[in-house]
Structures are given as structure tokens and as C-alpha cells.
């Protein structure tokens, strides 16, 4: 080498590789287990981690452990972003010895200051934090490599080395590669032979290690101790194969020079392929781990009972078997809803989830189906639990085609029945998935199947016993519009098409949608796209489009209601999506295909053929021919109204009877219904007019498995109301003289009037939006037994301003972003210090839509307040350790647009409440008031003009907030006397 590349490579390589030996130094902090963990991609490369990280890693905003933050140290010290240096090496030369931060939970100063002797020098003071508060696992201890580990190495003959050549090219040159692997390799993670994996052995035994490297703690302890040295080498496997005992001296150099007895002609180590090496296998060892592929493995079928049973046809115990879900699933919507009209029939259910995440927490499971698709009286729980195969029922459910043979697994059921949503081998192209889901139908289960054609395909191709249903569009969300509504569209507007754009589900063919869309452009016509149902985008398209994402059922409703018409595909079973379009008054254009022609009659959807000159063909003619739109809205309406989902599951429940009795088991006699209510409803009033009225039918057409009865206190009504009610069989009239009222006081004798376990309130002006309201707070109430009482969602009336819609929604949305149930010990160190941003959350409580618990009324009944008593029964709840539960849809129709006089006093009101009662302050003086007001102006202005509000609103709108803080502010102690007494609590 002559002396001008030397001192090239001496220049560039030495500060190159100084760095690399610097990161070695700190494995707390360079961690590369970690980071291969992390950065599969790294792994799969089998790229060096560490090296890897200087050169790139850092660059990308890869972390080199859990404990060093690449990003916050370049946010935080822009100095060191500019010069483009490795963070983590300006840490360990400069950074930690000037106090900077390596992460967000450190602070080096502090640290700094309170430990002013630091005892090891070696280690950073983070590092020293970290090991002394035991947050770096002791596989971190620095690799010390000890005198003659050459000559341990050598005589073990574990380096190949023409292998250790071919596999590092560095090394190519290296007179001596075994000095090479002992100076630098170890440090570096390099194997010395296809055998050996440093990092994998690492990891398997890294509390063993105590800072001896792999190599040598296998040498030493390892392999007579059965370690394995990689993935690829099994010990105990190779004792099998060809007899060896830790007898025979280490097995490794052996294998590499005998191979394997019964395959001589395989060679253990090819030093022109370094990749190549004989994998001796696991006997442990699982294919396709994680896969729903091992499921006929993992899940024998159980051995059919011989002896029959006995069942009691409305009292079912019943399992599903479903996968895991996240938001927006039109299956899982579908199981749910059965699961729920299920449960309202009185059946027992247990819902078991496969294939859920490890990370996600079960008890999340059952908020997830509340928040994002139906409340529902069922346990949730995982397969993977203990007593999964042991439980007892009448029928287990499975709903795809993966869970078909965990559920012929269990053990102690009557019969296996599969609901089938979709023919799912059309989901997977033809291979593995495709043939094992066809293989299910072929499984001894009964089929309930979600349509006709579903229903013939599986009897006649595979000679199923079936029953199908029908979906169904949930009327009290999808239904058409009106003038009243506001969604109907403007004669001069552009058309609009609603189209279900979840490009990732190909059943759904979108592709064949946005291309007949781009035919209809080319043709000249100018049309708006509202694109929904998936949260990918949809990069360009010649036409103008808005991109909704998930939309929530009621936003749903909305936007079919605005479209002109609706384009959505299925080229399997059809879908629950074109039914809900058709609720809500929009036509349809729909695939022609097999399924959809045996589903929908002549003139219910306008189908074509799957090219996009025929969907344009098919889009043209209905957008652009208000008759033909009509026609087909009207037939398609009459079509669906005939479906219900009570329907649906009349089907699935005589079906299973049926099934039962067929297969020999015995109907025993219907289970006595209970006697007494579960649920007392109690509706303060007074002069509630028509609207009282309302309220009052809605709640009678509640549907609720168990009794329950109606309650109406009035205290002086002269509209002529209380007549009619007096007259009403159905509900219970308790008069009271007006002066007798009190919010805490009337409610505590409506309690005392009734006899359900549980006690729900509504005002006379909170309408129950649909027939589900009573169960959805029973139900809350019935999975969390420390509960003591529940409080539902509300919506705006219709009419009300956009504004008074907004703030409704944004205050019911924060507790759909918290645990549903949540108490003091929730976050009880919040609790205990007072956070009063916290303590607002947990003392929020509304009685225009509440149930409580009469078991913990008994011993916490309301205060007698004129004002506030749901805010301070929810309070004394929460201090005595009980949950408040929030029901996301027990959803009543609630809202004010009181004027601005009206407004004033009602804060006032509040304000002098929450000072009262909570001591909060709503507005502390008039400079305050001012700064508040001209905030909340700008936040209005702006929200208000870009969501098409007038400037004439958004002005009265001011007013409004105007009147709302002088509330406040005449209401709080200052207006009281109480000024200075407040001013002293605030600053002790």
C-alpha cells in the first residue's frame, strides 16, 4: 500500500471508526439489538446496527435506543442540526458534560445538581440514571474482551476463516482475520462462522452475559450448558440427527467439518456463498408463526358430544368468535348489531377475539366496540385465554373463515355455526388462504348466511345446511331528506357523487369507479366527487373531489342525504352500504355481477357491467336524469324499508333453535320473563307542551328485554298536558305544587316512587333519538358493576345555529376520547393533587339524559340544590370510589339558542354554582373578560367563515359570547363579596 492511500484512509477512516468504537462504548444508549428490533428493515438487510445508525440512521430520525431521542436533540439544540452532526456522538463527546438533554424525560441539570459526584466516569450521568433507577437491562453492561481471547478463539476453531473473507470484503485483505474478529469484530457484532449469531445470542441470553462477548460466554458456559448459538442451530436437534452429548467437546467446529452423517453431500460452510448454511431446525419450532394459516394446527376440531342436550330457546348461551377490528368495519358493524338485537332478547353471549394485538389491552376491547359500532350486553374476551376450549354454551358462532376452526375447537357447545358475511375465498388470490377458506364450508358448521346467493352457493357447491338473512339500513340514522332537513340539493348546483373509495379492500374494485368517473369528465360533464369510507387519499383526478375519510354513521347519513348519487361496488356479496344510500333517498349504481342480480330487483339500483365505459354509461344516465332518479329512488326505498335488523335476527335465533332440535337436542320450556323493572324512567316537567308529548311516546317504543316503567312528576303544568298523560296507561303521574320542586329534591322522589335496579332521567325537551336509548345505559350500566351512574350523549336539534351544534359536539367528543368508565383511581395522583382540569372531567354529569344505580342512590342520594345537583352527585360519587360512565349512544336531541338576556343569567347562574360548590372562578375581572372576548371572537370569526357561516351569525354569534361572560363575571365572588377571600385561597 503506498504511503498517499495510506494517509487517505488514515484521514477519512479514523474519525469514522474512532466514532463507531465511541457508540460501541455506550450500548445503553447505542443499542443494536434494539435498533434491529426497531428497523426490520436494517435486520433484514443484515446491515451492522450500529454502523448503520451513524452512517444513515440518525439522518432518517432512527432512534439508536429507547432511551435517546434523535429528533427532540436536534429540535432542541438547533446548533447541532445545522452542523448536521450524529446526535448522539455530540452527546457522548460534548453534549453530556453541558448539561443538554437526550430526551424529553431527563434533566441533565437537575440530575447534574443533585448528584454532584458521579461514580462512574466511564458512563454518561443519563447512563448512570438510567442503570440506577433500573431502566437499562443488564444485557447493557459494556463488553469487556479479556486476555487471551485469541488463543481461546483459535483453539476453538470457531473463526472460518475463508468464510469470514467472504462474508465482511473489508476484511479481504487482513493478513489475520481471527486478530481482525478479536480486535474489532466482536465489538462490531460479527459472526465468525455461519453458526454463530452474536446478536441472536445476545438476546437469548443476555442476563447470563455480564459483559463477556457472546463468543467467549459460549466457549466458556454456553454450549455445555445447552445455549444455543443461533436461530439455525439447534443443540439438543443436533444431538438428535447425529448422536452427539456436550461429551463430545464443542459441536460447532465438529459440524463444520463433518456436516450432517445422513447428508454427506450437503456442505456446512460454502466460502463462496457465505449465505449458504445447513438450517438443522427446531423440534419446537412453529411454521408460519403468527399466521392464520396455523390455526388448522393450533385448533384441533373438538370430538362431537354423543350424549344430547337441552337448551332454553330465549335464554341462549351463545359465543362468537370474531377478529379483531378496528374502526369503520361494515362486518364487524353487522356482528354487532346481531350481537345486540341478540342480547336484547335476553340470550347470554360471550364475543372471543382472534388474532388480537399482544400490545392492545383487553380491557379497551369493549369501549372500542361502544365508541365505534354498537353497545352490547356480551363479555369480550381472547381465544388465547385459559377456559377458551372449556366453556360451556349452547352454539358457538364463528364469522370468518380463520375463526371457523377455533371455534370447532371448543369443546363443550351443541353445534358450530359459521356466519357468513362473503364468499372470502374470492377475497385471496388463489393459494393458501384462498383454499383454506374454501375449506371451511366443507367444516361440519351450519351456515347463517347474510343473502340468498350466499345461501344457494354454499348448499349447492359444498352441501351446507343454511338459513340466510338480510341486512338491514338503521332507519333512525338513514333515512331520506326534506326541506326541513337542509340537505337537499340546490337546483343550480353541480351534481354530486358519493362514492365508497376503500381502495385497500379489492372487493370494492374503486379502481373500475375512479376510471368510469374519468370517462364521465372526458365526456364534458362538470361534477363534485365526495370521496368516503377509507382514510387513504386519493392523490389526483380530473374532476374536483373532497376527501370525508371514516365518517361516523350520523355524518354518513348527511352526506348521502346532500349527494345526487351514490356509486359504490362489491364484486362478491353484496354490501350493507348501497341499503344505507337507499334509506337516506339516494339511487345507486352497482356492479353487475352474479350476487348483486340475485339480491336486488329490476330497477332497485342501476347495475353495469365491470369496464369503465359501462359504469360511465350507467353514471351518466342516472346523474344527469332527475325522472330516472326519482324513479329508482322510490323503488329502492320501498325495497329497504321491508328490511330490519329484528328481522335479521328472528332469522339467526329460529334458525339455531331449528338447528338444535334437528340434531336432537331438547327445547326446554322458555325462560318466565322477570316480573318487576329492570328500569324506572323519570321525567320531571312543567308545561312541557307537545314536545313533553314526544318525549313521552318515544320512551314508551323503548325496547328493552326486561320491563320497565315511566314515571312523570309534574309540579303545575297548565298546558293541558298532564290530561293527557293522566290518561295514558303506560305511564305512571305524580303531581307535586310547584313550590315542592327542587332539582336534587324531585329526583330523589322519583327514585323513591319507582322500583327498577336502575333509574334513568330525561328533561322535557331531551328526546331519545331512536329506540335503543334506555338499553344503551342498562347495558353501560350492566358491564361495569362499580358504576353508579351513567350519562348519555347529546346532538343539537336540527335547527339549532351551527354554532350551538359545534360546541355540542366538541364537549361530548372529549369523553369519547377518555375511558368510558372512569373514576378517582383512574389517575388517582391528579385526583389527590386537585388538577382541576381533571377534576371537571370527572364531576361532568348531565340529568337531561342520566341513569343511575338505586343500590348506591340508597347511600349517596342528589343533594337538595336548586341548581347543579347532577355536577355534585356525580362529585360525591367519584369521592366515595365509584365509576361514572359515559354512553356514547344513549343519544338524546338536547340543545338551546338562548338569547343574549337568557344567556347572561344562565352563566350567571353557573358561575355563582361552580364557585359555590367547586370554587372555580369563570371570569376572575373585566381586563380578563376583555382579553377572553376578543379571543373567542377571532376563533368564531374564523371558524364561522370557513364553514359558510354569515357574517349576520357569526355577528350575533359576539353578542353571545358577550353576554355569556359578563354571566361569568357577575356571578363569580367578585359580584359576591368574596373577592379578596378568593384571593387569598388562590395564592395559599
Same mark, same amino acid.
Given at each position: 500500500?503506498?504511503?498517499?492511500?495510506?494517509?487517505?484512509?488514515?484521514?477519512?477512516?479514523?474519525?469514522?471508526?474512532?466514532?463507531?468504537?465511541?457508540?460501541?462504548?455506550?450500548?445503553?444508549?447505542?443499542?443494536?439489538?434494539?435498533?434491529?428490533?426497531?428497523?426490520?428493515?436494517?435486520?433484514? !438487510?443484515? /446491515?451492522? =446496527?450500529?454502523? #448503520?445508525?451513524?452512517?444513515? $440512521?440518525?439522518? &432518517? @430520525? +432512527? *432512534?439508536? %435506543?429507547?432511551?435517546?431521542?434523535?429528533?427532540?436533540?436536534?429540535?432542541?439544540?438547533?446548533?447541532?442540526?445545522? !452542523?448536521? /452532526?450524529? =446526535?448522539?456522538? #455530540?452527546?457522548?463527546?460534548? $453534549?453530556?458534560? &453541558? @448539561? +443538554? *438533554?437526550? %430526551?424529553?424525560?431527563?434533566?441533565?441539570?437537575?440530575?447534574?445538581?443533585?448528584?454532584?459526584?458521579?461514580?462512574?466516569?466511564?458512563?454518561?450521568?443519563?447512563?448512570?440514571?438510567?442503570?440506577?433507577?433500573?431502566?437499562?437491562?443488564?444485557?447493557?453492561?459494556?463488553?469487556?474482551?479479556?486476555?487471551?481471547?485469541?488463543?481461546?478463539?483459535?483453539?476453538?476453531?470457531?473463526?472460518?476463516?475463508?468464510?469470514?473473507?467472504?462474508?465482511?470484503?473489508?476484511?479481504?485483505?487482513?493478513?489475520?482475520?481471527?486478530?481482525?474478529?478479536?480486535?474489532?469484530?466482536?465489538?462490531?457484532?460479527?459472526?465468525?462462522?455461519?453458526?454463530?449469531?452474536?446478536?441472536?445470542?445476545?438476546?437469548?441470553?443476555?442476563?447470563?452475559?455480564?459483559?463477556?462477548?457472546?463468543?467467549?460466554?459460549?466457549?466458556?458456559?454456553?454450549?455445555?450448558?445447552?445455549?444455543?448459538?443461533?436461530?439455525?442451530?439447534?443443540?439438543?436437534?443436533?444431538?438428535?440427527?447425529?448422536?452427539?452429548?456436550?461429551?463430545?467437546?464443542?459441536?460447532?467446529?465438529?459440524?463444520?467439518?463433518?456436516?450432517?452423517?445422513?447428508?454427506?453431500?450437503?456442505?456446512?460452510?460454502?466460502?463462496?456463498?457465505?449465505?449458504?448454511?445447513?438450517?438443522?431446525?427446531?423440534?419446537?419450532?412453529?411454521?408460519?408463526?403468527?399466521?392464520?394459516?396455523?390455526?388448522?394446527?393450533?385448533?384441533?376440531?373438538?370430538?362431537?358430544?354423543?350424549?344430547?342436550?337441552?337448551?332454553?330457546?330465549?335464554?341462549?348461551?351463545?359465543?362468537?368468535?370474531?377478529?379483531?377490528?378496528?374502526?369503520?368495519?361494515?362486518?364487524?358493524?353487522?356482528?354487532?348489531?346481531?350481537?345486540?338485537?341478540?342480547?336484547?332478547?335476553?340470550?347470554?353471549?360471550?364475543?372471543?377475539?382472534?388474532?388480537?394485538?399482544?400490545?392492545?389491552?383487553?380491557?379497551?376491547?369493549?369501549?372500542?366496540?361502544?365508541?365505534?359500532?354498537?353497545?352490547?350486553?356480551?363479555?369480550?374476551?381472547?381465544?388465547?385465554?385459559?377456559?377458551?376450549?372449556?366453556?360451556?354454551?349452547?352454539?358457538?358462532?364463528?364469522?370468518?373463515?380463520?375463526?371457523?376452526?377455533?371455534?370447532?375447537?371448543?369443546?363443550?357447545?351443541?353445534?358450530?355455526?359459521?356466519?357468513?358475511?362473503?364468499?372470502?375465498?374470492?377475497?385471496?388470490?388463489?393459494?393458501?388462504?384462498?383454499?383454506?377458506?374454501?375449506?371451511?364450508?366443507?367444516?361440519?358448521?351450519?351456515?347463517?348466511?347474510?343473502?340468498?346467493?350466499?345461501?344457494?352457493?354454499?348448499?349447492?357447491?359444498?352441501?351446507?345446511?343454511?338459513?340466510?338473512?338480510?341486512?338491514?339500513?338503521?332507519?333512525?340514522?338513514?333515512?331520506?331528506?326534506?326541506?326541513?332537513?337542509?340537505?337537499?340539493?340546490?337546483?343550480?348546483?353541480?351534481?354530486?357523487?358519493?362514492?365508497?373509495?376503500?381502495?385497500?379492500?379489492?372487493?370494492?374494485?374503486?379502481?373500475?369507479?375512479?376510471?368510469?368517473?374519468?370517462?364521465?369528465?372526458?365526456?364534458?360533464?362538470?361534477?363534485?366527487?365526495?370521496?368516503?369510507?377509507?382514510?387513504?387519499?386519493?392523490?389526483?383526478?380530473?374532476?374536483?373531489?373532497?376527501?370525508?375519510?371514516?365518517?361516523?354513521?350520523?355524518?354518513?347519513?348527511?352526506?348521502?342525504?346532500?349527494?345526487?348519487?351514490?356509486?359504490?361496488?362489491?364484486?362478491?356479496?353484496?354490501?350493507?352500504?348501497?341499503?344505507?344510500?337507499?334509506?337516506?333517498?339516494?339511487?345507486?349504481?352497482?356492479?353487475?355481477?352474479?350476487?348483486?342480480?340475485?339480491?336486488?330487483?329490476?330497477?332497485?339500483?342501476?347495475?353495469?357491467?365491470?369496464?369503465?365505459?359501462?359504469?360511465?354509461?350507467?353514471?351518466?344516465?342516472?346523474?344527469?336524469?332527475?325522472?330516472?332518479?326519482?324513479?329508482?329512488?322510490?323503488?329502492?326505498?320501498?325495497?329497504?324499508?321491508?328490511?330490519?335488523?329484528?328481522?335479521?335476527?328472528?332469522?339467526?335465533?329460529?334458525?339455531?333453535?331449528?338447528?338444535?332440535?334437528?340434531?336432537?337436542?331438547?327445547?326446554?320450556?322458555?325462560?318466565?320473563?322477570?316480573?318487576?323493572?329492570?328500569?324506572?324512567?323519570?321525567?320531571?316537567?312543567?308545561?312541557?307542551?307537545?314536545?313533553?308529548?314526544?318525549?313521552?311516546?318515544?320512551?314508551?317504543?323503548?325496547?328493552?328485554?326486561?320491563?320497565?316503567?315511566?314515571?312523570?312528576?309534574?309540579?303545575?303544568?297548565?298546558?293541558?298536558?298532564?290530561?293527557?298523560?293522566?290518561?295514558?296507561?303506560?305511564?305512571?303521574?305524580?303531581?307535586?305544587?310547584?313550590?315542592?320542586?327542587?332539582?336534587?329534591?324531585?329526583?330523589?322522589?322519583?327514585?323513591?316512587?319507582?322500583?327498577?335496579?336502575?333509574?334513568?332521567?330525561?328533561?322535557?325537551?331531551?328526546?331519545?333519538?331512536?329506540?335503543?336509548?334506555?338499553?344503551?345505559?342498562?347495558?353501560?350500566?350492566?358491564?361495569?358493576?362499580?358504576?353508579?351512574?351513567?350519562?348519555?350523549?347529546?346532538?343539537?336539534?336540527?335547527?339549532?345555529?351551527?354554532?350551538?351544534?359545534?360546541?355540542?359536539?366538541?364537549?361530548?367528543?372529549?369523553?369519547?376520547?377518555?375511558?368510558?368508565?372512569?373514576?378517582?383511581?383512574?389517575?388517582?395522583?391528579?385526583?389527590?393533587?386537585?388538577?382541576?382540569?381533571?377534576?371537571?372531567?370527572?364531576?361532568?354529569?348531565?340529568?337531561?339524559?342520566?341513569?343511575?344505580?338505586?343500590?348506591?342512590?340508597?347511600?349517596?342520594?342528589?343533594?337538595?340544590?336548586?341548581?347543579?345537583?347532577?355536577?355534585?352527585?356525580?362529585?360525591?360519587?367519584?369521592?366515595?370510589?365509584?365509576?361514572?360512565?359515559?354512553?356514547?349512544?344513549?343519544?338524546?336531541?338536547?340543545?338551546?339558542?338562548?338569547?343574549?338576556?337568557?344567556?347572561?343569567?344562565?352563566?350567571?347562574?353557573?358561575?355563582?354554582?361552580?364557585?359555590?360548590?367547586?370554587?372555580?372562578?369563570?371570569?376572575?375581572?373585566?381586563?380578563?373578560?376583555?382579553?377572553?372576548?376578543?379571543?373567542?371572537?377571532?376563533?368564531?370569526?374564523?371558524?364561522?367563515?370557513?364553514?359558510?357561516?354569515?357574517?349576520?351569525?357569526?355577528?350575533?354569534?359576539?353578542?353571545?359570547?358577550?353576554?355569556?361572560?359578563?354571566?361569568?363575571?357577575?356571578?363569580?365572588?367578585?359580584?359576591?363579596?368574596?373577592?379578596?377571600?378568593?384571593?387569598?385561597?388562590?395564592?395559599?
Amino acid at each position: 500500500m503506498n504511503a498517499t492511500l495510506k494517509r487517505t484512509l488514515k484521514r477519512y477512516l479514523l474519525p469514522f471508526t474512532g466514532s463507531m468504537r465511541l457508540l460501541r462504548a455506550h450500548p445503553i444508549l447505542m443499542n443494536g439489538q434494539w435498533y434491529l428490533e426497531n428497523n426490520p428493515d436494517v435486520a433484514r !438487510a443484515e /446491515i451492522d =446496527p450500529i454502523e #448503520h445508525f451513524h452512517r444513515v $440512521g440518525w439522518k &432518517e @430520525g +432512527r *432512534n439508536p %435506543s429507547e432511551h435517546f431521542d434523535v429528533t427532540f436533540y436536534l429540535t432542541a439544540y438547533p446548533d447541532i442540526r445545522a !452542523a448536521e /452532526i450524529n =446526535p448522539l456522538i #455530540h452527546y457522548l463527546q460534548v $453534549g453530556c458534560t &453541558e @448539561g +443538554r *438533554n437526550p %430526551s424529553p424525560s431527563f434533566d441533565a441539570a437537575a440530575y447534574l445538581r443533585d448528584h454532584p459526584d458521579l461514580s462512574q466516569k466511564k458512563l454518561t450521568a443519563y447512563e448512570q440514571f438510567l442503570l440506577a433507577t433500573g431502566r437499562a437491562d443488564i444485557e447493557h453492561e459494556p463488553m469487556t474482551i479479556p486476555r487471551g481471547a485469541y488463543d481461546e478463539i483459535s483453539a476453538s476453531g470457531l473463526l472460518h476463516e475463508t468464510w469470514y473473507r467472504g462474508k465482511y470484503p473489508d476484511v479481504v485483505a487482513v493478513p489475520d482475520p481471527l486478530r481482525h474478529y478479536v480486535d474489532w469484530g466482536i465489538r462490531e457484532g460479527r459472526s465468525p462462522n455461519p453458526y454463530f449469531d452474536p446478536s441472536w445470542y445476545t438476546k437469548e441470553h443476555r442476563y447470563a452475559l455480564r459483559g463477556l462477548p457472546p463468543i467467549l460466554h459460549y466457549l466458556r458456559h454456553g454450549w455445555q450448558n445447552g445455549c444455543d448459538p443461533s436461530a439455525a442451530f439447534s443443540l439438543t436437534h443436533y444431538g438428535d440427527l447425529t448422536g452427539w452429548t456436550p461429551r463430545d467437546g464443542e459441536p460447532i467446529a465438529r459440524f463444520m467439518k463433518e456436516g450432517l452423517p445422513q447428508a454427506p453431500a450437503l456442505r456446512p460452510v460454502d466460502p463462496a456463498k457465505p449465505g449458504h448454511r445447513i438450517n438443522l431446525g427446531r423440534r419446537d419450532a412453529h411454521c408460519c408463526k403468527g399466521s392464520f394459516l396455523r390455526y388448522p394446527l393450533d385448533h384441533r376440531p373438538a370430538e362431537t358430544a354423543d350424549a344430547h342436550g337441552s337448551f332454553i330457546p330465549n335464554r341462549l348461551v351463545l359465543h362468537w368468535v370474531i377478529p379483531d377490528f378496528g374502526t369503520g368495519g361494515g362486518g364487524h358493524m353487522t356482528i354487532f348489531r346481531m350481537v345486540r338485537v341478540l342480547g336484547l332478547r335476553g340470550h347470554r353471549q360471550t364475543v372471543w377475539i382472534h388474532n388480537r394485538d399482544p400490545k392492545e389491552p383487553l380491557d379497551g376491547a369493549y369501549d372500542d366496540v361502544v365508541r365505534h359500532y354498537q353497545t352490547i350486553d356480551a363479555d369480550i374476551r381472547l381465544i388465547d385465554e385459559e377456559g377458551f376450549v372449556d366453556a360451556q354454551g349452547d352454539v358457538v358462532i364463528a364469522t370468518d373463515w380463520a375463526s371457523v376452526w377455533p371455534a370447532r375447537s371448543m369443546q363443550h357447545v351443541k353445534r358450530c355455526f359459521y356466519f357468513v358475511q362473503d364468499y372470502e375465498p374470492f377475497f385471496f388470490a388463489r393459494g393458501a388462504e384462498a383454499l383454506l377458506a374454501e375449506t371451511t364450508y366443507r367444516s361440519d358448521v351450519d351456515c347463517l348466511c347474510a343473502s340468498p346467493w350466499l345461501s344457494q352457493t354454499l348448499e349447492e357447491n359444498f352441501g351446507r345446511w343454511t338459513r340466510h338473512f338480510h341486512l338491514a339500513a338503521d332507519r333512525d340514522v338513514y333515512y331520506p331528506a326534506t326541506p326541513r332537513s337542509g340537505t337537499t340539493a340546490h337546483a343550480d348546483a353541480l351534481p354530486r357523487i358519493a362514492l365508497y373509495a376503500r381502495r385497500f379492500t379489492a372487493r370494492r374494485a374503486v379502481d373500475l369507479g375512479l376510471l368510469a368517473l374519468e370517462v364521465v369528465a372526458q365526456r364534458g360533464h362538470e361534477f363534485i366527487v365526495d370521496f368516503f369510507g377509507s382514510e387513504e387519499p386519493i392523490e389526483t383526478a380530473p374532476f374536483p373531489f373532497v376527501q370525508h375519510g371514516t365518517l361516523p354513521p350520523q355524518e354518513l347519513s348527511q352526506l348521502y342525504r346532500s349527494a345526487t348519487i351514490g356509486v359504490v361496488f362489491s364484486a362478491t356479496n353484496y354490501s350493507l352500504v348501497p341499503q344505507e344510500m337507499m334509506a337516506c333517498g339516494l339511487p345507486v349504481v352497482e356492479l353487475d355481477v352474479e350476487s348483486t342480480k340475485a339480491i336486488y330487483p329490476e330497477g332497485v339500483v342501476s347495475r353495469a357491467g365491470a369496464n369503465p365505459d359501462a359504469l360511465a354509461d350507467a353514471i351518466e344516465a342516472l346523474l344527469f336524469d332527475a325522472a330516472r332518479r326519482a324513479t329508482q329512488s322510490r323503488k329502492a326505498l320501498n325495497w329497504v324499508s321491508q328490511f330490519s335488523w329484528e328481522g335479521a335476527a328472528d332469522v339467526i335465533e329460529k334458525g339455531i333453535v331449528e338447528r338444535l332440535q334437528d340434531l336432537g337436542h331438547a327445547r326446554l320450556a322458555p325462560a318466565v320473563p322477570r316480573a318487576t323493572p329492570k328500569a324506572s324512567v323519570v321525567i320531571p316537567t312543567l308545561n312541557g307542551g307537545p314536545l313533553l308529548l314526544d318525549v313521552i311516546e318515544r320512551v314508551k317504543a323503548q325496547k328493552l328485554h326486561e320491563p320497565f316503567e315511566i314515571l312523570v312528576i309534574d309540579s303545575g303544568s297548565s298546558d293541558g298536558t298532564m290530561e293527557r298523560i293522566e290518561a295514558d296507561e303506560a305511564v305512571m303521574l305524580h303531581r307535586i305544587d310547584k313550590s315542592e320542586f327542587g332539582h336534587g329534591r324531585t329526583r330523589n322522589l322519583g327514585v323513591e316512587l319507582t322500583s327498577g335496579d336502575y333509574i334513568a332521567f330525561l328533561t322535557q325537551d331531551a328526546l331519545p333519538t331512536n329506540e335503543g336509548w334506555l338499553a344503551n345505559l342498562v347495558m353501560m350500566l350492566d358491564h361495569y358493576p362499580d358504576a353508579a351512574g351513567a350519562f348519555g350523549h347529546h346532538l343539537a336539534w336540527e335547527a339549532a345555529s351551527a354554532f350551538t351544534k359545534r360546541d355540542i359536539d366538541l364537549h361530548f367528543r372529549q369523553f369519547l376520547e377518555m375511558p368510558l368508565a372512569v373514576s378517582r383511581d383512574l389517575d388517582p395522583a391528579r385526583y389527590e393533587a386537585g388538577d382541576i382540569q381533571w377534576r371537571q372531567q370527572l364531576h361532568y354529569y348531565s340529568d337531561n339524559n342520566s341513569c343511575l344505580r338505586r343500590s348506591v342512590w340508597e347511600k349517596i342520594p342528589y343533594r337538595d340544590v336548586p341548581f347543579g345537583e347532577d355536577q355534585l352527585y356525580a362529585e360525591d360519587i367519584i369521592a366515595a370510589g365509584y365509576q361514572k360512565v359515559f354512553a356514547p349512544n344513549a343519544v338524546v336531541y338536547h340543545s338551546h339558542d338562548y338569547d343574549e338576556a337568557e344567556t347572561e343569567e344562565r352563566s350567571m347562574i353557573e358561575a355563582r354554582f361552580f364557585y359555590e360548590h367547586f370554587g372555580y372562578v369563570l371570569m376572575e375581572d373585566a381586563a380578563t373578560l376583555e382579553k377572553t372576548l376578543a379571543a373567542l371572537n377571532a376563533a368564531d370569526s374564523a371558524w364561522g367563515r370557513t364553514h359558510g357561516i354569515d357574517d349576520e351569525e357569526i355577528a350575533y354569534r359576539h353578542k353571545l359570547n358577550k353576554a355569556r361572560l359578563k354571566g361569568y363575571l357577575a356571578g363569580g365572588p367578585q359580584a359576591q363579596g368574596h373577592l379578596e377571600r378568593w384571593r387569598r385561597k388562590k395564592v395559599a
